[in-house]
C-alpha cells in the first residue's frame, strides 16, 4: 500500500510559477512509475507529466512541454511538479499518482495504482 500526499499549490498570477511536492509512503516508492494528473471543474482528469522510476525519463502533455517539469527525489520518497509561465487555463486541483507498472510511462489516469487526495492550483488573469 502506497499513501501519496500533494502540497504545493495555492493561488498565482498568470506567468507565474509554482512547485508542487508529492510525498509517498511505503519503501517501494523507487520502484514506481510516477504521474501528475490534473481536473478542472467540469472537465476530465487528464494527464500532466510522468517520470520513470529511476527518473531518466519524462513525458509531458503537449499542453504544458516547455513550461512544466517534472522531478523525483528516491531517497525522500517525493516527486516534484515545477510549474511556470503559468496560464488561467493550468486551473485545477492536482493529482499525483503511482502506476506499479515499470515498463512505460502511461497517461491513462485508469493505468496508476494509487491516488493522492489533489491540490488547488488557481492562476488568476
Known amino acids: 500500500q502506497v499513501q501519496l500526499v500533494e502540497s504545493g499549490g495555492g493561488l498565482v498570477q498568470a506567468g507565474g510559477s509554482l512547485r508542487l511536492s508529492c510525498v509517498a509512503s511505503?519503501?517501494?516508492?523507487?520502484?514506481?512509475?510516477m504521474g501528475w494528473f490534473r481536473q478542472a471543474p467540469g472537465k476530465e482528469r487528464e494527464f500532466v507529466a510522468a517520470?520513470?522510476?529511476?527518473?531518466?525519463?519524462?513525458k509531458y502533455a503537449d499542453s504544458v512541454k516547455g513550461r512544466f517539469t517534472i522531478s523525483r527525489d528516491n531517497a525522500k520518497n517525493t516527486v516534484y511538479l515545477q510549474m511556470d509561465s503559468l496560464k488561467p487555463d493550468d486551473t485545477a486541483v492536482y493529482y499525483c499518482?503511482?502506476?506499479?507498472?515499470?515498463?512505460?510511462?502511461?497517461?491513462?489516469?485508469?493505468?496508476?495504482?494509487?491516488w493522492g487526495q489533489g491540490t488547488q492550483v488557481t492562476v488568476s488573469s
Open positions: 517520470i520513470s522510476w529511476r527518473g531518466g525519463t519524462t
Open positions: 499518482a503511482a502506476d506499479t507498472n515499470q515498463n512505460s510511462l502511461r497517461i491513462a489516469w485508469n493505468e496508476y495504482d494509487y
Open positions: 511505503g519503501r517501494t516508492f523507487s520502484r514506481y512509475v
